[in-house]
């Protein structure tokens, strides 16, 4: 075998997960190279164990995955924790992240006595759709990096807070010095 058919041959399953490397479910995308989150292009920061809970469950759509293979896979052979609670604390977590309940789940079901279920829909995203805001990752790095003119000049909203905040403190200070002026020149007066 050459060395070209050898390069032929490990690309191809390099690209084959690749193509399985975005998992997507309602608004959310799951980088699962990068081990990272997105709600509609923009990350959302899990924990470990709880980023673990999601691609368990994830691996799995719409089967138990009972609170024994969450534990094992969460917490290695030997490990001395408070298992139950710590297997409710991380889908706890997990349900806050994806914004859900256990009352109504959207995502993330409990099965009584048994474990939990991912109920929603799951696909395989392709790399250029695999933001569901329209941008591609390229588009986001160049918005991140202040490439565009319009990304240069747009404000997240806290900052456009902020703004009005420091601009009201100017008008306050400069309101003051223009009482306290013509306090001083009409007191200065009337002497």
């Given at each position: 075998?050459t060395?070209?058919?050898?390069?032929?041959?490990?690309?191809?399953?390099?690209?084959?997960a690749?193509?399985?490397?975005?998992?997507g479910?309602?608004?959310?995308?799951v980088?699962?190279k990068?081990?990272e989150?997105?709600?509609d292009?923009?990350r959302?920061?899990?924990p470990g164990?709880?980023?673990q809970?999601?691609?368990?469950?994830?691996d799995?759509?719409?089967?138990?995955?009972?609170?024994?293979?969450?534990?094992?896979?969460?917490w290695?052979?030997?490990?001395?924790v408070?298992y139950?609670a710590?297997?409710?604390?991380t889908?706890?977590?997990?349900r806050l992240?994806?914004?859900?309940?256990?009352?109504?789940p959207?995502y993330v079901?409990?099965i009584?006595?048994?474990?939990y279920?991912?109920v929603?829909?799951v696909?395989?995203?392709?790399?250029?759709?695999?933001?569901?805001?329209?941008?591609?990752k390229?588009?986001?790095a160049?918005?991140?990096a202040g490439?565009?003119?319009?990304?240069?000049?747009?404000?997240?909203?806290?900052?456009?807070?902020?703004?009005w905040?420091?601009?009201?403190?100017?008008?306050?200070?400069?309101a003051g010095?223009?009482?306290?002026a013509?306090?001083v020149?009409y007191?200065?007066?009337s002497?």
């Amino acid at each position: 075998m050459t060395s070209m058919q050898s390069l032929a041959a490990r690309a191809i399953p390099e690209a084959k997960a690749d193509a399985r490397r975005y998992l997507g479910f309602g608004s959310f995308t799951v980088d699962l190279k990068r081990e990272e989150l997105f709600k509609d292009g923009a990350r959302v920061k899990l924990p470990g164990k709880v980023y673990q809970t999601l691609v368990a469950l994830l691996d799995r759509p719409g089967e138990v995955v009972s609170r024994e293979d969450l534990r094992s896979r969460l917490w290695p052979e030997g490990t001395h924790v408070n298992y139950d609670a710590n297997v409710n604390t991380t889908v706890n977590k997990l349900r806050l992240a994806l914004g859900d309940s256990p009352e109504k789940p959207i995502y993330v079901e409990t099965i009584p006595r048994q474990g939990y279920s991912f109920v929603g829909a799951v696909s395989i995203v392709s790399p250029g759709a695999a933001f569901r805001n329209g941008k591609s990752k390229a588009e986001i790095a160049g918005r991140d990096a202040g490439a565009g003119a319009e990304a240069s000049f747009a404000q997240p909203e806290s900052l456009r807070v902020s703004n009005w905040f420091v601009a009201g403190i100017v008008a306050l200070v400069l309101a003051g010095m223009l009482f306290g002026a013509t306090t001083v020149i009409y007191l200065h007066r009337s002497i």
